[in-house]
Antibody
Framework: QVQLVQSGAEVKKPGASVKVSCKASGYTFTSYGISWVRQAPGQGLEWMGWISAYNGNTNYAQKLQGRVTMTTDTSTSTAYMELRSLRSDDTAVYYCARVEYYYDSSGSMRGGAFDIWGQGTMVTVSS | EIVMTQSPATLSVSPGERATLSCRASQSVSSNLAWYQQKPGQAPRLLIY???TRATGIPARFSGSGSGTEFTLTISSLQSEDFAVYYC??????????FGQGTKLEIK
């Protein structure tokens, strides 16, 4: 079945980096994009960025620019999200999600909704 | 940045009744609007995309409507498993996405 399986929970100290993985199965990896979304304890969903699994193009949320890097390994159908210079307010559950593409009225391919989600990875930043 | 505002923050409804959740965009997002359901300890689940199309496996009691800046998610007859937090999301500004802050649907 179609699924995204993420790596396990992480505990990091302030200033460190974390790299979360997201392994896809059950579909053609390069035919979809991957977005990353995080959720701080008791808070709502925050979109972090998107990567094309086809060509590696990325787009990041402005507030994370310079601290986040998203990559993919098509040989293993795995996406990665690395966040650097961790702070306490980066403590959150991090989700990967599959982005379904569609064609708009002008015939351009665009990203749409997030139809499959990983189970989430808890990242705790604490001294 | 397109800001998505959901109302109310919390909605109390009795099982079997209808629930209506609202989402407003700070500028037009056409029909590029999705709704997600999230239960405690679980990942979000896609309910509606394109403002009104149900995702695979979503029961017919869930319906979405609206376009431009005003959107509604309606649950026609609430079941016990429907009590959760609901988020709207715009993707008109792709590849930049934004979520609303969520509406918690609780049992009255």
């Amino acid at each position: 079945q179609v699924q995204l399986v993420q790596s396990g929970a992480e505990v990091k100290k302030p200033g460190a980096s974390v790299k979360v993985s997201c392994k896809a199965s059950g579909y053609t990896f390069t035919s979809y994009g991957i977005s990353w979304v995080r959720q701080a304890p008791g808070q709502g969903l925050e979109w972090m960025g998107w990567i094309s699994a086809y060509n590696g193009n990325t787009n990041y949320a402005q507030k994370l620019q310079g601290r986040v890097t998203m990559t993919t390994d098509t040989s293993t159908s795995t996406a990665y999200m690395e966040l650097r210079s961790l702070r306490s307010d980066d403590t959150a559950v991090y989700y990967c999600a599959r982005v379904e593409y569609y064609y708009d009225s002008s015939g351009s391919m665009r990203g749409g909704a997030f139809d499959i989600w990983g189970q989430g990875t808890m990242v705790t930043v604490s001294s | 940045e397109i800001v998505m505002t959901q109302s109310p923050a919390t909605l109390s409804v009795s099982p079997g009744e209808r629930a209506t959740l609202s989402c407003r965009a700070s500028q037009s997002v056409s029909s590029n609007l999705a709704w997600y359901q999230q239960k405690p300890g679980q990942a979000p689940r896609l309910l509606i995309y394109g403002a009104s199309t149900r995702a695979t496996g979503i029961p017919a009691r869930f319906s979405g409507s609206g376009s431009g800046t005003e959107f509604t998610l309606t649950i026609s007859s609430l079941q016990s498993e429907d009590f959760a937090v609901y988020y709207c999301q715009q993707y008109n500004n792709w590849p930049l996405y934004t979520f609303g802050q969520g509406t918690k649907l609780e049992i009255k």
